[in-house]
Each structure stands twice: as C-alpha cells, then as structure tokens.
C-alpha cells in the first residue's frame, strides 16, 4: 500500500462546478500536510498547507480529518485555469522526508 | 526576489555517463531538498541538504550524490547512469523547520539514451 494515495483521476468537470478529492494516508504520525498544483510538464506549486483545524484561501478549502487519515481539497467555482494535477503531500514531524502523492488531474470543461 | 533556480533546464546523456544538476534556493531559504519525477507520478524524494550536510535520504542509490555550499546552492551528482534514471529532477528549497512548506524550481528534464 502506498504511503500517500490519491485518485488519479481524471475528473471531468464543467466551469463554474464544485469540485472535490481526497488523500489518504498510511502513517499515522504524519503531522504536515500540504496540496501542491503541477501543470503539465512543469514544477510543483504550493497551493495551501493543511492545517487541523482546517483552511481556507479564496475558493479553495483544505481540511484534515485524522480518525480516517485523509485530507481533503475543495474548489468552488472552478475556472478553466484551475485544470492541472493536484498533488497531496505528508510529513512526519520526525522526518524532515515528504511523501507524495501520484497527483489527481483534474479537467475543467467550458 | 528570486525563486528557485535550476540548471541545465534539458540535458541528453547516455548510459555510463555521468551528470551534475545545479540548484540555488530562493532568497532566505536554507534547507535543499532534490526529487526525482517521473512522468505520472509524484515526486520521490532523493536527499536533502542543511548545513552543508546531507540531513536525510530517500530510497535511491549510492550511484545519486549531493553537495551543498556555504551559499545555500546544491548540486546533484548521478553517476553510472541507467535509462531508467531519466526523469524531471526537482530542487525544492525551504527555510529551515517542519512546518516549513517547500517551494520548487522549474527542474531539470534528463534524457539518457
């Protein structure tokens, strides 16, 4: 089983829709918790840490829920830019070492 | 204010060669961390660097060295190289701490053929 799981998708989802996907999780000492966005054949972009008692930047809500090891990424109103790979990170605050997701694609569809 | 840098941007190699991957962290980072990605995957973590020194290490062989200077820049060495090793090779630099989220530069795609 992977450290970090994530549905790689796609999800095909129209402009202006809600869209949601979770990580999971195997280790249960993970204590950080980030989202990055990648488009194609680029670098890694922060998108927000995740925090325990959840965040919120703009239209984008992260939340973590550590009974089911998951965390979760929430986009309101979704614009044809936010089509790209979102990938899901954790770490142990033992363990300077992230452990990364395979990335969810995500399309959106005018 | 500038971010991460990495250099070369592309790089063709063949089997048995060797490469050197540069990185210099963004302004007020202190901590080196290198990946490697292949395509479809998140990426893996190679090592990471702080103090000059190599302060963890992921699962990659001995053939994948690093060094970081008193400047904070990094550089990856990968010998005896194997197709396999073809890949985006990611530097993310952080300041230093756990909580501390990293931030990439733009990569390095190497090509062995």
């Known amino acids: 089983r992977k450290e970090v799981e994530q549905d790689p998708g796609p999800f095909n989802v129209p402009e202006g829709a809600t869209v949601a996907f979770n990580c999971t999780y195997s280790?249960?000492?993970?204590?950080?918790f980030f989202w990055y966005r990648q488009d194609c054949r680029k670098e890694p972009k922060l998108l927000m840490s995740?925090?325990?008692?959840?965040n919120e930047d703009g239209r984008f809500t992260a939340q973590l829920n550590r009974a089911s090891q998951y965390i979760s990424l929430l986009i309101r109103d979704s614009k044809l830019s936010d089509s790209a790979t979102y990938l899901c990170?954790?770490?142990?605050?033992?363990?300077?070492?992230?452990?990364w997701g395979a990335g969810t694609k995500l399309i959106i569809k005018p | 204010d500038a971010g991460v840098t990495q250099s070369p941007t592309h790089l063709i190699k063949t089997r048995g060669q060797q490469v050197t991957l540069r990185c210099s962290p963004k302004?007020?980072?202190?901590?080196v961390s290198w990946y490697q990605q292949a395509l479809g995957q998140g990426p893996q973590f190679i090592f990471q660097y702080y103090e000059e020194e190599e302060r963890q290490r992921g699962n990659f062989p001995d053939r994948f060295s690093g060094h970081q200077f008193p400047n904070y820049s990094s550089e990856l060495n990968v010998n005896a190289l194997l197709l396999g090793d073809s890949a985006l090779y990611l530097c993310?630099?952080?300041?230093?701490?756990?909580?501390?989220?990293?931030?990439f530069g733009d990569g390095t795609r190497l090509s062995i053929l």
């Open positions: 280790n249960s000492a993970s204590q950080s």
């Open positions: 990170v954790a770490r142990m605050d033992s363990n300077y070492q992230l452990i």
């Open positions: 302004s007020g980072h202190d901590t």
């Open positions: 993310a630099s952080s300041q230093t701490g756990v909580n501390q989220p990293q931030h």
């Open positions: 995740v925090y325990s008692s959840g």
